[in-house]
């Protein structure tokens, strides 16, 4: 008899362009993942509402999330992808899990912080309650197993809070999710500009390579990405702008390519202009097959839909157990 694998959630906010970093950071795990797990991948555009993006943009922007992660690898025939708002009983669970949401600890999360500093005119109830609507995302599925960033740990800390006070107080029903990541295959693509920060979805284009761009953006990027002049002495030491366009090579480049340049950088030789160039041919080769893939998937609206349709019905099957369970315990069951 098999045994039943443990599930895995996550999901991606459909906003600004999916870049090199989430690739190797994020997509690159999830396929891994499909293998060993029973996962369930979702956009987030529930999520997205909070900045009140244009509806038309909204409906293309999920289109093309959903489009690039199956161009990058997702098997649809091995892991549940679905819209948030395919599946209405994570509305309900989120208004059950609000009920256990207290306003201190919600004003407290260093990202509704920020946010409030940011947008001051938009300080909403749907950004204040963001980490119960993220941890019901994951509950709702009862995963154990959560590919987070750092930046996320305190929102999936929220999420084991939020399934300890329910069990506490109405009878045990979800895990506690863990993160989870292989720790062997984690990488952090920095930004080109050699600034130190990472490549954004919607910040600084120039200096992030997108999944979409066109083999010529792609060539330009790179061949203004910063480098150093360096003193050209042997065994200096290596500026992090280099090494950081190093590790990308490591990337997408033969071993033999990054030992040339990492040598020549050592002996006080390196050419950075034919590194860029080499780089650049090597970026094309790994980012149009995604690019074509995800723009022909673009263009069969048909089949995003069916792959949605059929991810929603299997999300929402496991929810709807999830969601019963929740009201049986708290005595929201008069029919039965």
């Given at each position: 008899?098999?045994?039943?694998?443990?599930?895995?959630?996550?999901?991606?906010?459909?906003?600004?362009?999916?870049?090199?970093?989430?690739?190797?950071?994020?997509?690159?795990?999830?396929?891994?993942?499909?293998?060993?797990?029973d996962c369930y991948f979702f956009v987030a555009?529930?999520?997205?509402?909070?900045?009140?993006?244009?509806?038309?943009?909204?409906?293309?922007?999920?289109?093309?999330?959903?489009?690039?992660?199956?161009?990058?690898?997702?098997?649809?025939?091995?892991?549940?992808?679905?819209?948030?708002?395919?599946?209405?009983?994570?509305?309900?669970?989120?208004?059950?899990?609000?009920?256990?949401?207290?306003?201190?600890?919600?004003?407290?999360?260093?990202?509704?912080?920020?946010?409030?500093?940011?947008?001051?005119?938009?300080?909403?109830?749907?950004?204040?309650?963001?980490?119960?609507?993220?941890?019901?995302?994951?509950l709702i599925q009862r995963a154990v197993k959560?590919?987070?960033?750092?930046?996320?740990?305190?929102?999936?800390?929220?999420?084991?809070?939020?399934?300890?006070?329910?069990?506490?107080?109405?009878?045990?029903?979800?895990?506690?999710?863990?993160?989870?990541?292989?720790?062997?295959?984690?990488?952090?693509?920095?930004?080109?500009?050699?600034?130190?920060?990472?490549?954004?979805?919607?910040?600084?284009?120039?200096?992030?390579?997108?999944?979409?761009?066109?083999?010529?953006?792609?060539?330009?990027?790179?061949?203004?990405?910063?480098?150093?002049?360096?003193?050209?002495?042997?065994?200096?030491?290596?500026?992090?702008?280099?090494?950081?366009?190093?590790?990308?090579?490591?990337?997408?480049?033969?071993?033999?390519?990054?030992?040339?340049?990492t040598d020549a950088f050592n002996a006080g030789?390196?050419?950075?202009?034919?590194?860029?160039?080499?780089?650049?041919?090597?970026?094309?080769?790994?980012?149009?097959?995604?690019?074509?893939?995800?723009?022909?998937?673009?263009?069969?609206?048909?089949?995003?839909?069916?792959?949605?349709?059929?991810?929603?019905?299997?999300?929402?099957?496991?929810?709807?157990?999830?969601?019963?369970?929740?009201?049986?315990?708290?005595?929201?069951?008069?029919?039965?």
């Amino acid at each position: 008899m098999a045994t039943e694998k443990e599930i895995v959630v996550s999901g991606i906010r459909p906003t600004g362009y999916l870049h090199l970093g989430n690739y190797f950071g994020a997509i690159r795990n999830y396929i891994r993942m499909q293998e060993e797990f029973d996962c369930y991948f979702f956009v987030a555009d529930w999520h997205s509402l909070t900045t009140h993006p244009n509806p038309k943009d909204l409906q293309a922007n999920v289109m093309r999330v959903l489009a690039e992660n199956i161009a990058s690898g997702l098997d649809p025939e091995k892991v549940t992808l679905y819209a948030q708002s395919h599946v209405p009983e994570i509305a309900e669970l989120y208004l059950l899990m609000n009920m256990l949401a207290y306003k201190g600890e919600l004003e407290k999360v260093p990202t509704f912080k920020d946010k409030v500093r940011l947008q001051p005119e938009n300080v909403n109830a749907g950004l204040l309650t963001y980490p119960v609507l993220m941890s019901v995302d994951i509950l709702i599925q009862r995963a154990v197993k959560v590919p987070v960033g750092k930046d996320q740990g305190q929102h999936l800390e929220m999420a084991r809070n939020f399934a300890q006070r329910f069990n506490n107080r109405y009878g045990n029903l979800f895990p506690e999710p863990v993160a989870f990541n292989y720790g062997d295959n984690l990488v952090r693509i920095l930004s080109l500009d050699g600034k130190g920060g990472k490549m954004s979805k919607s910040e600084n284009e120039m200096s992030t390579l997108y999944l979409s761009d066109s083999d010529e953006q792609i060539r330009k990027k790179l061949g203004k990405a910063k480098t150093d002049s360096g003193s050209g002495v042997p065994g200096e030491p290596m500026p992090e702008s280099v090494a950081n366009l190093i590790e990308i090579m490591k990337l997408v480049s033969t071993p033999d390519t990054v030992q040339f340049y990492t040598d020549a950088f050592n002996a006080g030789s390196i050419r950075y202009g034919d590194m860029k160039t080499q780089l650049g041919e090597d970026m094309v080769k790994f980012i149009a097959p995604i690019r074509e893939k995800a723009k022909d998937l673009q263009e069969n609206r048909a089949y995003l839909h069916k792959i949605m349709k059929e991810g929603a019905e299997k999300a929402r099957a496991n929810a709807a157990q999830t969601l019963q369970q929740a009201r049986n315990l708290m005595g929201l069951n008069y029919f039965e």
